[in-house]
T-cell receptor, first 113, second 120 residues
Framework: EAGVAQSPRYKIIEKRQSVAFWCNPI?????LYWYQQILGQGPKLLIQ????????DSQLPKDRFSAERLKGVDSTLKIQPAKLEDSAVYLC???????????FGPGTRLTVT | AQKITQTQPGMFVQEKEAVTLDCTYD???????LFWYKQPSSGEMIFLIY??????QNATEGRYSLNFQKARKSANLVISASQLGDSAMYFC?????????????????FGKGTHLIIQP
C-alpha cells in the first residue's frame, strides 16, 4: 500500500513570493491534515479536511495561507505572500476517518530567504 | 498552558538498555487519545503507539510500551532493549474528544520532542 505522497520535497523562495505544496493521501483515506513543523518544535495543525470539506482551520493564518481538496482526494496548500517565519517543514497526513491513526508523508521543507 | 510537555530535550542511552521518554499532558476532556511518533532524520513521522483515555491496560507494541498514569496525566514511552536505529526525535501527541465514531476535528497537539541518541 502506497503511503502519503508529497511534493516538492524541498523549496527555496524569497519573501513575498508565493508557493504551493501538493499532497496525495493513502487511497481510501477520507481525512487529510496539513501540519507545520518549525525547526525545534513539534508539528502544529493548520487544517483538517473530511472528504472535500474543511473540519478545522482554526490555526490556519488565513491572510496568507489557503488550502483546498476539491475532489476529496489530493490537496494543495498555498502560501501567498511568504514571510521569513514560514520557513518550516509542511507535513501532510491522512487517516481512514476521524478517530483513526494518522499516517504522515515525508514533508516539504520550505526555506524563505 | 502547554497541553503536551516533554521535559527531556535530549537523551543519550547505551545500546541494549531500556529508555523512558517522559510526557505529561493537560486536558479537561474526559475522552482523549495519546500517541507517540518517531521522526528520524529523514523527516517522516512514524506512528509508534496509541493509548486511549478509557483503556484499562497500558498499550504495548513490540519493544514499545506506554506507561499510562491517568491521575498524574503522564504517558511515558518505554523502549526496551534499545537499538542504534532507535536514534531519532520522539514526539508525544494528544487528541481530545471521543472520536472513534462520527466525524469531528481530531488534529493532534504535539510536544516539543525528545532527541534520543543510542550509543554503541
Amino acid at each position: 500500500e502506497a503511503g502519503v505522497a508529497q511534493s516538492p520535497r524541498y523549496k527555496i523562495i524569497e519573501k513575498r513570493q508565493s508557493v504551493a505544496f501538493w499532497c496525495n493521501p493513502i487511497s481510501g483515506h477520507a481525512t487529510l491534515y496539513w501540519y507545520q513543523q518549525i525547526l525545534g518544535q513539534g508539528p502544529k495543525l493548520l487544517i483538517q479536511f473530511q472528504n472535500n470539506g474543511v473540519v478545522d482551520d482554526s490555526q490556519l493564518p488565513k491572510d496568507r495561507f489557503s488550502a483546498e481538496r476539491l475532489k476529496g482526494v489530493d490537496s494543495t496548500l498555498k502560501i501567498q505572500p511568504a514571510k521569513l517565519e514560514d520557513s518550516a517543514v509542511y507535513l501532510c497526513a491522512s487517516s481512514l476517518s476521524p478517530g483513526h491513526e494518522q499516517y504522515f508523508g515525508p514533508g516539504t521543507r520550505l526555506t524563505v530567504t | 498552558a502547554q497541553k503536551i510537555t516533554q521535559t527531556q530535550p535530549g537523551m543519550f542511552v547505551q545500546e541494549k538498555e531500556a529508555v523512558t521518554l517522559d510526557c505529561t499532558y493537560d486536558t479537561s476532556d474526559p475522552s482523549y487519545g495519546l500517541f507517540w511518533y518517531k521522526q528520524p532524520s529523514s523527516g517522516e513521522m512514524i506512528f509508534l503507539i496509541y493509548q486511549g483515555s478509557y483503556d484499562q491496560q497500558n498499550a504495548t507494541e513490540g519493544r514499545y510500551s506506554l506507561n499510562f498514569q491517568k491521575a498524574r496525566k503522564s504517558a511515558n514511552l518505554v523502549i526496551s532493549a534499545s537499538q542504534l536505529g532507535d536514534s531519532a526525535m520522539y514526539f508525544c501527541a494528544m487528541r481530545e474528544g471521543g472520536l472513534r465514531s462520527g466525524g469531528g476535528a481530531d488534529g493532534l497537539t504535539f510536544g516539543k520532542g525528545t532527541h534520543l541518541i543510542i550509543q554503541p
